[in-house]
């Protein structure tokens, strides 16, 4: 199982080992031949494909201006199922632009294949913003071949905000990233390794106008692709260089030494960054003042400034925390902000209507956990607001329309933030909503006629973040009807499902769903009838099928949530149970699941419930493994059970 990752000094010795140098541009490196013949890894004889080699050279421009990353890798396909890496996506976006992409495929005769340049498209992901990301397909892929390929990344920066990531979900032979580091600047790494007996190896070359830091770790292990794990980014080997100190002989400058300096950083004067941003956004306050005025109290003025910039601003994809020299008039007037404009408006808006609000930066659990021991704070990619009302803190992020007031995405509960009051930046952690508030409860009454078929009606109530999953997740109610008309009858066992109706409630953080149920032919006469007892929330499938002494990574869930499903079933004289559900009830750490029946004969009716709880959604270690294993073995055992009824024969 995973252990917690270590962080320590990478640069505090210069070792002797000399690598050989990869041309990142003009020839092309050599491919020893041990890599062309090479047909599987000794440890790890079903891996799809290897990185056979990697290496990332960021050079650092001493005037913060035109600096880049270039990037070379090279891998080999070793199996039918690793076909698909010969598919490459990079993000770009105006910070941090793509450019001078190159590629070739080895084929296994000996022949090679230049990527042609129609085989190099963007796909546009916020064309307000200019973000894309460029995919690549190299050409004629095939079992044996090898492809490698190289590109740069241009940035306006003294600092590259993203680690260098080892390891991958494939082998790697061999990976390396160079630091180039002027001379004027002092800069401090940070990195580490979950992997045991393993350091990540360094190596320190002085140049002319600096120092040339190499990283490097060899044959490492792939990261497991086992279902609901951590994100590769807790689980791989990794290291970052950042820029502490400029000091130019003449003057010094503190730059990311630690948080306060990182806050200060992004925080900005008057030419740029937050102030800059506060300092032109009179046409945001001028609205805050016209909102608020509708509301007596603080609560009532915060709502409605929050549903406003929620719902009349459109937020565009990504964008980080920092906003450059963005000022709040500009991004007000064009209607379009990304999630930290927004949630900057918001602040600012509130801070109008004399509600205290503080900004806080957060990242989403499923990008990674935040790293507090590292003072970079482009490791944070949302931000939110902390407003304070009634002596309590509320979290609010309007960048999503689902969201009713002071509730936060699944994804951003839980985790740190860094909350940048007056002052000093201080640390919080984001409220979690308890598993019993993100429920999904269905209701179902059915009765058999005498030919067998099954009418009824059903309603499927869900809140919280369940009910948020299923808020607006299509673009109009007409197709919202048709998706629920869809799922029903996909979830109902065989029934059809008509007439929905559909009750969305933002602010209430509730989704009610009504339905008809019918047989799937009106003609068909049944003699038996063998009924899910757990439908419509009958699981597919277990996702946690291996056996703990065989899982290596943890478990991460979308969010703790709890379901429940009452069945009433009815039918004519001349019919009986056959067989009835037989339910585990079961309980550990990680939940619990339970099922009950009670029978009428007299009646002639039989009344089904079954519930499971979902406790947490972390799950990190080997013995927490255990628990949601058995657990989920026990909900896919009770999703198995069946009502069988049959017609009894005139004898009986």
């Known amino acids: 199982m995973v252990r ?30 041990s890599e062309r013949t090479l047909t599987q890894i000794a440890d790890h004889p079903n891996a799809p494909a290897v990185v056979l080699f990697e290496r990332g050279s960021i050079v650092f421009s001493r005037r913060s201006v035109s600096s880049y990353l270039q990037v070379y890798r090279r891998v080999k396909i070793l199996r039918e199922s690793g076909v698909g890496y010969g598919s490459i996506s990079i993000p770009s976006t105006p910070y941090f632009r793509v450019k001078d992409v190159e590629g070739r495929t080895h084929l296994p005769d000996g022949r090679t294949v230049d990527l042609p340049e129609d085989a190099v ?88 106008k600096g120092l040339a830091v190499t990283f490097f770790m060899d044959n490492l292990i792939p990261i497991p692709d086992e279902p609901l794990r951590y994100p590769m980014e807790d689980l791989s080997s990794w290291v970052i260089v950042l820029p502490d100190l400029f000091d130019s002989g003449v003057f010094s400058m503190v730059l990311l030494a630690d948080w306060d300096s990182a806050v200060d950083r992004i925080r900005g004067n008057s030419d740029y960054g937050y102030v800059f941003f506060r300092r032109r956004a009179g046409k945001a306050k001028s609205k805050a003042k016209e909102l608020a005025a509708g509301a007596d109290d603080p609560e009532g003025r915060a709502r409605a400034i929050y549903r ?101 995405p ?45 009418r009824g009606n059903g309603t499927l109530t869900l809140t919280g973040h369940s009910a948020w999953s299923r808020l607006r997740w299509r673009d109009t109610r007409t197709e919202r009807l048709t998706r629920w008309t869809e799922w029903l ?50 699981r597919s499938d277990n996702p946690f099928t291996l056996p703990p002494s065989k899982r290596l990574t943890p478990v991460l869930l979308q969010y703790p949530f709890a379901q429940s499903v009452e069945l009433h079933v009815s039918w004519p ?33 039989i009344e089904i419930a079954t519930s499971r709880l979902i406790r947490r959604r972390d799950y990190p270690n080997a013995s927490d493994y255990v628990q949601v294993h058995d657990l989920y073995e026990k909900l896919t055992a009770n999703d198995e059970e069946e009502l069988v009824l049959v017609r009894e024969e005139p004898d009986r």
């Open 573 to 605: 004289e001349g019919w009986a149970v056959d067989v009835a559900p037989r339910f585990v009830n079961f309980a550990n750490g990680a939940g619990r699941v339970s099922g009950t029946v009670w029978t009428d004969p007299e009646r002639r009716t």
């Open 410 to 454: 699944p994804s951003l509960e839980g985790v740190p933030c860094l909350v940048l009051d007056k002052g000093k930046p201080r640390w919080a952690t984001t409220p979690v909503t308890p598993a019993g508030q993100s429920a999904t409860v269905a209701k179902l009454h059915m009765h058999i006629d005498d030919k067998g078929r099954i």
């Open 308 to 408: 406003f910039v929620r719902d009349e601003l459109v937020t565009e994809a990504g964008g980080g925390i920092s906003v450059g020299r963005q000022t709040g008039n500009e991004v007000f007037e064009s209607g379009r902000a990304d999630f930290t404009e927004k949630a900057l408006l918001l602040q600012l808006m509130l801070r109008k209507a004399k509600v205290p609000a503080s900004l806080a930066w957060v990242r989403p659990v499923f990008l990674g956990h935040v790293r507090r021991e590292v003072p970079n704070p482009y490791q944070f990619t949302r931000s939110l607001v902390v407003a304070k009302l009634g002596g309590k803190e509320v979290f609010l992020y309007p960048c999503d329309r689902r969201l009713a007031f002071g509730a936060l």
């Open 489 to 538: 009858e996909d979830h109902m066992g065989g029934l059809s499902a008509d007439g929905v109706e559909l009750e969305e409630d933002v602010e209430g953080r509730s989704v009610t769903v009504r339905w008809t149920i019918g047989p799937a032919d009106e003609d068909e006469a049944f003699d038996e009838i063998e009924l899910p007892v757990t439908v419509p929330l009958t």
């Open 121 to 208: 498209f963007s796909k546009s992901y916020s064309g307000f913003y200019r973000r894309e990301v460029i995919s690549v397909a190299m050409p004629r892929v095939t079992v044996g071949s090898i492809i490698e390929y190289r590109y740069k990344v241009f940035f306006d920066s003294i600092v590259y905000p993203e680690p260098w990531y080892f390891q991958s979900e494939i082998p790697v032979l061999h990976s390396e990233i160079v630091y180039y580091i002027p001379s004027s600047y002092r800069f401090k790494p940070y990195g580490g390794t979950l992997l045991r007996g393993r350091t990540i190896e360094s190596r320190i070359e002085k140049k002319p």
């Open 4 to 33: 917690p990752c270590t962080c320590r000094s990478l640069v505090s010795a210069v070792l002797a080992l000399t690598i050989p140098a990869v041309a990142l541009c003009g020839d092309w490196p050599r491919i020893p031949e």
